[in-house]
């Protein structure tokens, strides 16, 4: 006979009765608190007011549209006014909800929902603002996640609770002078990232609005405004971390503890990054590199177009942009075409025929035909000189200047050589061509043995 088992395994690992009891607890909650009239009030009112809001937000919109078209164009203030503008409907929800709170409160009615819905509703007006202000995707990223959970925690009671839990989650650091003990929770770190992030990013702001001024500033040489937006670019950052770690409330002194092992970070996997920074100080400081300067490296041609603070951009006649770290121009050098002066001298080397007698003519004619050439220095009068004496040809070098090497030497040396073809040929001066003089000793035999005849 087979006795049964009033307990199952099943039982043993899932309390059924348990969940049966949760189960029934969470639907009488709803029968009470939501099932009544206040709340079906409530529900109704918000349904409603979508319709006032569907009818006066665009109305309110044309108006202020039509009202600040020709006062406000460009600018952040357009930015805000076109991000208030497409959210004039949701705007107009809010408001009509806080009328709604306001009368259910002045009638002494429960108004609980209508409070939910306008911290929700306002949570999504934030992340939609900076949204269409911002206009960056990460940015908009950051504001979904952080802002429209801690709204919904908020709404249904659940913030404080967590608060206290992210602070239970803490690490020792050590102990002050005092001997008060020092944490670092989970809560003080996800406030420090959120303060960084915002004061990151108005120092960003307060970095791009320096850096416009110091673009209209013509006194101020490329140079040191170069070197003024890097300092801007390290500085603005940290002291953006450091006031978000003093609004945290995190004593600054503990960070000594970790001082070792970021020395020994920096020294192993950051150091090219921190040698390329430390290059980029040195190159502003010293002026031996510039915006604008025009540049040769490894036979490529360019001129510096931005120095940031690990490279230097150099765009190169071809369009294309080169990222030259920093540290490369300090260990490897550069040629630096403009440095101390502009002026640039170009070399055209080129041979003219052994049957040119008069070689004084052909000097004159290059000298010439090179000032007529629009680029080259007037002031500063071409040389041509005679070279050697090459296998087919007599070698020449026409040396001559300009002040623009940024537009490049290869279209200027071409012009020149076209202008001494022109004024050779007006001369009758011979470009020579490979030459090559066959002498023969001796004829081969012929199979007989009989010599060859000569075609002679």
């Not at 709340?39 to 108006?63: K, V, Y």
């Not at 306008?118 to 007006?125: D, K, R, T, V």
Request: one cysteine or more; a negative charge.
């Amino acid at each position: 006979m087979i006795q049964t088992q009033d307990d199952s395994a099943l039982d043993d690992l899932v309390p059924v009765e348990v969940l049966q009891e949760h189960l029934l607890a969470v639907w009488h909650w709803f029968l009470q608190a939501m099932l009544n009239l206040d709340i079906a009030l409530q529900i109704g009112l918000i349904a409603a007011a979508i319709i006032p809001a569907l009818m006066f937000g665009p109305r309110l919109r044309r108006l202020v549209e039509h009202h600040t078209a020709s006062r406000i164009r460009t600018g952040l203030a357009r930015r805000l006014l076109s991000a208030a503008l497409a959210l004039a409907t949701p705007l107009a929800l809010l408001m009509v909800l806080a009328t709604i709170r306001i009368v259910l409160g002045s009638l002494d009615r429960p108004y609980g929902l209508i409070d939910a819905a306008m911290s929700l509703m306002s949570a999504w007006l934030v992340i939609r603002a900076v949204t269409l202000i911002i206009r960056s995707k990460f940015w908009s990223n950051v504001a979904f996640y952080v802002i429209w959970p801690v709204a919904a925690l908020d709404v249904f009671g659940l913030l404080d609770d967590v608060v206290i839990q992210l602070q239970a989650l803490a690490i020792p650091l050590g102990e002050t002078a005092d001997g008060a003990p020092v944490d670092l929770s989970l809560f003080d770190i996800l406030r420090t990232v959120i303060y960084f992030a915002a004061l990151f990013w108005l120092a960003s702001l307060a970095g791009r609005a320096v850096n416009a001024q110091l673009e209209k500033a013509e006194e101020i040489s490329p140079a040191f405004r170069a070197l003024i937006a890097k300092v801007l670019g390290f500085v603005l950052p940290v002291a953006a971390l450091l006031i978000a770690l003093q609004l945290t409330g995190f004593n600054i002194a503990t960070l000594a503890i970790f001082s070792g092992a970021v020395g020994i970070g920096v020294g192993l996997g950051l150091q090219k990054t921190v040698a390329n920074f430390a290059a980029g100080f040195t190159l502003l400081a010293d002026k031996s590199i510039k915006p604008g300067d025009a540049l040769e490296i490894d036979g490529t041609f360019g001129w510096v177009t931005e120095m940031q603070s690990r490279y230097v951009s150099i765009r190169t006649r071809d369009g294309t942009e080169m990222l030259i770290p920093n540290e490369r121009f300090i260990v490897e050098g550069v040629i630096n075409w403009s440095k101390s002066d502009r002026a640039v001298r170009v070399h055209a080397p080129f041979g003219v025929s052994y049957a040119t007698e008069d070689v004084e003519l052909v000097q004159r004619v290059a000298i010439e035909a090179a000032q007529s050439v629009e680029r080259v220095l007037a002031d500063k009068t071409p040389v041509c000189n005679l070279m050697g004496y090459g296998a087919s040809s007599v070698d020449f070098d026409l040396r001559f200047w300009i002040t623009d090497p940024e537009n490049g030497l290869s279209n200027i040396r071409s012009a020149v050589n076209v202008a001494l073809w022109k004024a050779f040929k007006a001369h009758d001066i011979e470009f020579p061509f490979p030459q090559l003089d066959i002498h023969v000793k001796e004829l081969p035999r012929s199979r007989t043995g009989a010599r060859i005849a000569s075609p002679d």
